[in-house]
């Protein structure tokens, strides 16, 4: 077993630290206030990481991309999940599932995307399917040898910026006794006709990183439109999305230690009768308590990339991470609120929005209960259960 980091890869990491804490930390008070990302500090982000060499360095090589490896795309965004989401966005990472554009789909979507050119959105919720992703309603039925979109998406991130967005539509029941729908994804070009984007609801987690509602109402799309097989939308979701995941907990990890630290420094330089807090044993025990569940989250997540990277099933490994690192994150900053005492919740520190940012972890690309519940399936199906 070898633990430690390669020269490269402590390259990747010292690069990107460096790009959060020079390029992203500065705007971060501001993006906040705003609740949005002024269209020149987007810009000067996207083009400092096209310059970098970092832009859309999930894709291989071959589609212009870094070619990093599940491991050291991990280990970016690690360092990315220290500042704004909001901010790192447009360190872009398009999604890893336009690897499976076809044909003319590769000129218009998959190299523009990971150029920097057009930028993407995904899809899938919808008011009355979350988790249960396949009771969606959104359909898309036949006519005239064209595609007929139907439905609401909501909680879309990042869609306000997005010149196309990856949807996930119903174009079928998969079995007549149980409501699973066949699944087809669409991409489709903002300004199509009967494609609306407009504004979402307020999340009090990573304010300035918005999610939108999409319309479709007889949005017409052509068979040049569909990513991937009719009806195997499911599929490429398997095929491509659980790599988000481990996204969700390597950036709690970042958080956590950018979090820490702020903890460690408080509680040597705050002094209360007569001695810095951190001496208190009611204190020192939370920092011990902190870093040892860091650490935790950190092999964990790094651990289930390392098992994609081996071509080995990483599934149960990868829902542990995200589990354990997001609940982790959670305690993390409730304990530095605890220990910064009132100063905690003032908005002069970032604690109370990281605290607040927290929240989301546990919900977004499968709650905390799902996971669980992929965890036990994979314990139990072996055994016939
Ligand atoms: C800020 C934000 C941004 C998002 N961005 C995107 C995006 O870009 N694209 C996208 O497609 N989606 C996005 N999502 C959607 C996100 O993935 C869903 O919110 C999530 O999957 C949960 O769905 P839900 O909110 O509808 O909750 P529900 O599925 O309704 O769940 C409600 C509660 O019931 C529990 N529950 C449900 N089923 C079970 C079960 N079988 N066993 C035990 N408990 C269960 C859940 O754990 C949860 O506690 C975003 C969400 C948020 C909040």
Not at 374 to 384: Q, S, T
Request: charged content about 25%; glycine content about 8%; overall charge negative.
């Amino acid at each position: 077993m070898q633990f430690g980091l390669s020269q490269e890869q402590e390259m990747i990491v010292s690069t990107v630290r460096a790009f959060v804490e020079n390029e992203i930390y500065p705007h971060e008070k501001l993006v906040e206030s705003l609740g949005t990302v002024p269209a020149e500090i987007s810009a000067e982000i996207k083009r400092k990481t096209i310059e970098l060499g970092f832009y859309a360095c999930n894709f291989p090589e071959s589609a212009g991309g870094a070619g990093l490896n599940h491991l050291e795309f991990a280990l970016v965004e690690r360092e990315l999940g220290r500042g704004s989401m909001a901010l790192n966005h447009f360190f872009g990472r398009p999604q890893n599932i336009l690897m499976a554009c076809k044909g003319d789909q590769i000129e218009r979507y998959l190299k523009p995307a990971v150029r920097g050119d057009r930028m993407d959105a995904l899809a899938m919720t919808e008011p009355d399917a979350g988790s249960d992703i396949r009771s969606m309603k959104t359909n898309a039925r036949r006519n005239a040898g064209d595609w007929v979109v139907n439905g609401t998406k909501h909680f879309i991130s990042g869609a306000e910026h997005a010149d196309f967005v990856i949807v996930f539509v119903a174009t079928g029941e998969e079995d007549a006794t149980i409501p699973k729908k066949k699944i087809t994804t669409f991409l489709v070009d903002r300004g199509t006709r009967g494609f609306t984007i407009r504004d979402g609801y307020k999340s009090v987690s990573h304010r300035g990183y918005k999610n939108m509602i999409l319309e479709f109402d007889n949005c017409r799309l052509p068979d040049a439109q569909v990513l991937g097989e009719v009806d195997g939308g499911f599929a490429v979701m398997n095929d491509w999305l659980y790599a988000t995941r481990i996204t969700v907990a390597t950036m709690a990890v970042g958080r956590a230690r950018r979090v820490f630290d702020m903890m460690v420094a408080y509680a040597a330089s705050r002094h209360q009768f007569g001695q810095p807090i951190g001496k208190f044993q009611g204190v020192g025990f939370q920092l011990a308590d902190s870093i040892t569940e860091i650490d935790a989250a950190d092999w964990l997540t790094l651990a289930s990339a390392w098992r994609l990277d081996q071509g080995m099933p990483a599934n149960r490994e990868i829902a542990s991470a995200k589990l354990y690192a997001s609940e982790m994150l959670a305690r993390i900053t409730d304990r530095a609120i605890q220990i910064h005492g009132g100063m905690g919740l003032m908005d002069d520190l970032p604690l109370e929005r990281f605290w607040r940012d927290a929240r989301v972890e546990r919900i977004w690309d499968g709650t905390s209960e799902i996971q669980r519940h992929i965890i036990a399936r994979e314990l139990l199906r072996p055994l016939g259960a």
